[in-house]
């Protein structure tokens, strides 16, 4: 199966992903919801508040959206389709998920708890509810894997997956969403870009009729005609 060889030869994107999101859930694991969450959100600089502040955006989905208009643009269509059922099925997964578990978002929490976070970005609306899992993590995580994917170059692999835990880093800064969102964000991106990957380069679900009809002919014609 494609799939399964396209995963082996870039094993080095996937094994550091797997190694990353271990550590983080033995992080997650290893202090409170609060402790976690202050432990990383000890260094906070001005320069730092503009940059996430900007930089979280590109995990809202006009990434994804931008990224499939360029790939229809330059015709590269199979690629486009990978990177937007990988956005389509992520934000689908992720919002089932929010209204099922319904977890307080990091603001709302220590209202709740009487924990006193006072470092809130200024400019950043903050939400209540529906933080698990981040939106913009899975987004993000979803397009990183689907590109590494579609275009098989060790060379945009650290970029993309820099980039991806750039986002998922930007949420727990911006006191949006704990780590834990964060995690099963990024496994939800992930899981989904595989998922598109293996539609779209081994069932060929977007195989045009054409191809589909000339694909039949050479079956039917392999068969009447056997070596």
């Not at 494609?2 to 550091?16: E, I, M, V």
């Not at 694991?29 to 609060?34: G, I, L, V």
């Not at 809202?60 to 229809?72: K, M, Q």
């Not at 911006?174 to 539609?199: N, R």
Request: glycine fraction near 4%; charged fraction near 15%; charge should be positive.
């Amino acid at each position: 199966m494609r799939t399964l060889k396209r995963l082996t030869k870039l094993n080095y994107y996937f094994f550091s992903v797997l190694v990353i999101l271990l550590l983080a859930i033995i992080f997650n694991f290893s202090f409170s919801k609060t402790e976690g969450f202050i432990l990383l959100n000890r260094f906070h600089t001005k320069w730092l508040d503009i940059f996430f502040k900007y930089l979280t955006n590109l995990g809202d989905g006009l990434t994804s959206i931008l990224a499939v208009i360029i790939l229809l643009t330059i015709r590269k269509k199979k690629k486009a389709f990978t990177v937007a059922l990988a956005y389509i099925y992520s934000g689908l997964l992720v919002q089932a998920a929010k209204r099922i578990f319904h977890m307080p978002r990091p603001k709302y929490f220590f209202e709740q708890t009487l924990f006193q976070y006072t470092h809130f970005v200024e400019g950043i609306n903050m939400h209540d509810q529906n933080s698990f899992p981040s939106g913009h993590t899975a987004s993000a995580f979803a397009l990183a894997t689907a590109l590494v994917l579609v275009f098989k170059k060790k060379e945009i692999s650290f970029y993309c997956l820099f980039f991806a835990f750039l986002i998922g880093y930007s949420r727990i800064y911006l006191a949006q969403h704990f780590l834990v969102d964060v995690i099963f964000g990024a496994v939800a991106g992930i899981s989904c870009a595989i998922l598109s990957y293996h539609q779209v380069y081994d069932l060929k679900l977007f195989r045009s009729a054409k191809l589909n009809r000339r694909y039949k002919q050479l079956k039917v014609t392999g068969q009447a005609n056997p070596i």
